[in-house]
Each structure stands twice: as C-alpha cells, then as structure tokens.
C-alpha cells in the first residue's frame, strides 16, 4: 500500500513570507508527527495528533507554527512569517500507536519537505 | 523529561568486522526503545524496537540490540558490517507510561570502510 506522502518535497521562501507544508498518512493510521531535522541537530519534535485526542504541541518552536489535521487524516503544517532558521527539512511519520491491538508504535515516515528560507 | 543520547557524531568501522553505535536514554516510567535508519536521499526507516520481553531484540538487515536496564542503554549492533550499512542512525525513546511523544537521538553517522 501507499506509504506516507509530503508536498511540496521541496519549497523555497522569502523572509516573512508564510508557508505550508501537507502530510498524508498511511490510511488506518491513528497517529500523526510532525518533526523537524536541521543540520546536525537530529530530529526535533515539534507536534503529534492521536486520534480525536488533543494534538501535543510542545515542541512546536514559536507561535508562528502550527499545524492541523483533518478528518483524522491529512495534515498541515503552516509556519508564519517565515525566518531563515526555520530553514530545515520537515518529516511527517504515521503510525498506529494506540492502546488497540493494532498498536505497532512503529513509526513510518514520509520523505520530507525541504525549506528554505532567503 | 525524557532524553536520548547518542554520544558518537561518526563511527567508522571496517567491512567484516562488528559495529556498535551507542545511545543512552532516560525516562520516568517504562522505556519503549527504538533504531531508526536513515539512508542518503531516502527517508527514515524502522530497524526495531525494545517493548518489553527479551532484552536482545533482532531487527531488519541482521541488527540487533540489546536493553539494559541498569545503564540505561540500548546499543546497536552487527556482528559484521557491510559497505551498504553505511548510513545515519537514530535511537528513540518514548515513556511507556506517558504520552506518545517520542524523542529522538542526534543520530550517529556510520561509516563501513571496505
């Protein structure tokens, strides 16, 4: 089956202009992240959905960032006002974690938006 | 707070011989271990993980890991290596009695010299 998509796979953007970045999931997958990877800082979490429960988003940087997700499925990442240390690539991963029996807790992930900011 | 540590940027290791990439983790409740690989210009891919059982656990392309609990460390490792193991890896950590927040290592990048 399909794995985890991203758009754009890459995006190039002004200082101060906004953004947004599209996630789609693995179909039947509950839970949804959203991390962000930087030159040598590894793999910053910023944001993840579970099911209907409300999202945690204690790793989102500042208020310029949010994201959504709809439907229980596809979801966005919009960052405001754009600066270049926003500059990184953006990975989406899906996975089933739960308490069901369906629980993997594996995560699978999408290829990644590239941002750049001038 | 949950952390990982991953204290090696690079390891280099020669074909044929045993590799081990480190990480180190903390967490309040129970750990849910995992590796994670990264492969130039394709995205992160799931190697294993530790819920709980067998402290060693076996993974995709012959790795495997082992969890003790004493040092809070859960090691990568492979007997012998391969110029194609040569890659970005990533340890993660999530509290099993938390939320489903997952922290993720600095990665380590390995580098197989044949």
């Known amino acids: 089956g399909a794995g985890v998509s991203q758009s754009p796979s890459n995006k190039v953007t002004e200082k101060g202009k906004d953004v947004e970045l599209r996630c789609d999931p693995i179909?039947?997958?509950?839970?949804l992240y959203w991390y962000r990877q930087s030159l040598g800082q590894g793999l910053e979490f910023l944001i993840y959905?579970?099911?209907?429960?409300?999202?945690?988003k204690s790793g989102l940087p500042s208020d310029r960032f949010s994201a959504e997700r709809t439907g229980g499925s596809v979801s966005t990442l919009t960052i405001q006002r754009t600066q270049q240390e926003d500059s990184a690539v953006y990975l989406c991963?899906?996975?089933?974690?739960?308490?069901?029996?369906?629980?993997?807790?594996?995560?699978?992930f999408g290829p990644g938006t590239r941002l750049t900011v001038l | 707070a949950q952390s990982v540590a991953q204290p090696e940027d690079q390891v280099n290791v020669a074909e044929g011989n045993p590799l081990t990439v480190k990480c180190t983790y903390s967490?309040?409740?129970?750990?849910?271990l995992f590796w994670y690989v990264q492969y130039p210009n394709r995205g992160l891919q799931f190697l294993l993980k530790?819920?709980?059982?067998?402290?060693l656990v076996k993974g995709s392309y012959g790795f495997e890991a082992e969890f003790n609990k004493s040092q809070t460390s859960f090691h990568l490792k492979k007997p012998s290596a391969l110029v194609s193991d040569s890659a970005l890896y990533f340890c993660?950590?999530?509290?099993?009695?938390?939320?489903?927040?997952?922290?993720f290592g600095t990665g380590t990048r390995l580098k197989v010299l044949a």
């Open positions: 991963a899906s996975s089933s974690s739960g308490t069901g029996a369906l629980s993997t807790d594996t995560q699978y």
């Open positions: 179909s039947g997958h509950t839970a």
């Open positions: 959905f579970q099911g209907n429960s409300a999202p945690d």
């Open positions: 967490v309040s409740g129970n750990p849910y």
């Open positions: 530790y819920i709980t059982g067998d402290n």
């Open positions: 993660a950590v999530r509290d099993g009695a938390g939320t489903y927040k997952y922290i």
